[in-house]
């Protein structure tokens, strides 16, 4: 199916079969995900995307099984992939040669990022680019994991996109027993980052509109306490040390920011286009990260064997100092 102008529905077309570059796979789609960014390009409301992309093959969320192999490949776990295999892939496209991709290995943050169903056009080479589409073409250094017979592709699609976004938040925040998560949001990378917080023994609370009362309903029952997003206070005085904002729009990271605890962490996974201005007023710097006196005397560079300091660190000084009792109301984080 070709989006070949926004606003338009998509059309049905016939594209040749391209011959895979050696390491590159033809994969026979079994499930395709809708996600909001589809809709987004669908209806131009992605700045990122313009008409030089046209036409173009939408879904970047796919799981499909493996048609043709040009010469060997594993998947991450060293497996070999062959025909028949049903698998997953990263949607990115990294160089795999630039510092975030070779030495810090965030590829996500490659600045050469192209991404399957999103910013290839169907002219590109290989054309078979997005998963909206009998077949998809996976390039060489595409990352796969081979799945276990029997799954459903059906349930895993979700994974691909919104479910691997939720555990990479969840990772970064590094949720664990004793923290209090508010998760603004509860769409599918809401509810994905609410089962890996509770996953990780979070007490996790779930804020939805009106509109989502079914949604908040399921994290509900996923052992998740929920409230209304209008209801800002009540955010505010669960005093949340994790906040992830999964609705991705300037008035909820506003809300996050507003919520979080003194020290707290603030994710911000929901946002995947730009959402406009973004007031951070109340955002208030009490302290900085730089902790304790004590943390300068552990061996650093800045210290001698001895832990004697040797910069011109100032026990008066502003940057060190920090507020250990915070009242109650000046409770706006440090995010
Ligand atoms: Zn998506
Ligand atoms: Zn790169």
Known sequence: MLLDQFNGPLKPAELAVPEPEPGGLLVRIAAAGICGSDLEIAEHRDPRIDDELLPMILGHEGVGWVETVAGDRVDLFGDPVKPGDLIVWNRGITCGRCNYCAVQRRRALCPHREVYGISLSARAPYWLNGCYAEMIY???GSELI????GMDPAAIVPATCSGATA???????DIAIGDTVLIIGPGPLGLFSAAFALARGADVIVSGTEHSRARL????????????SSDTRAGAELSPNV??????????????LDAVAVGGTVAIPGVASPIGEVPV????????GSRTPAIYMRPSPWCNPAGTVLSAWSPTGSSCRKRTRPSRRSNRGTP
């Open 217 to 228: 309903a399921l994290a509900e029952d996923m052992g998740c306490s929920v409230l209304l």
């Open 138 to 140: 996976v390039r060489p």
């Open 281 to 288: 007023r109340t955002c208030v710097c009490r302290g900085s």
């Open 167 to 173: 555990a990479h938040a969840v990772e970064l925040c």
């Open 146 to 149: 081979v799945l276990p017979p």
């Open 243 to 256: 906040v992830i904002d999964a609705a991705g729009a300037a008035r909820s990271v506003s809300q996050a």
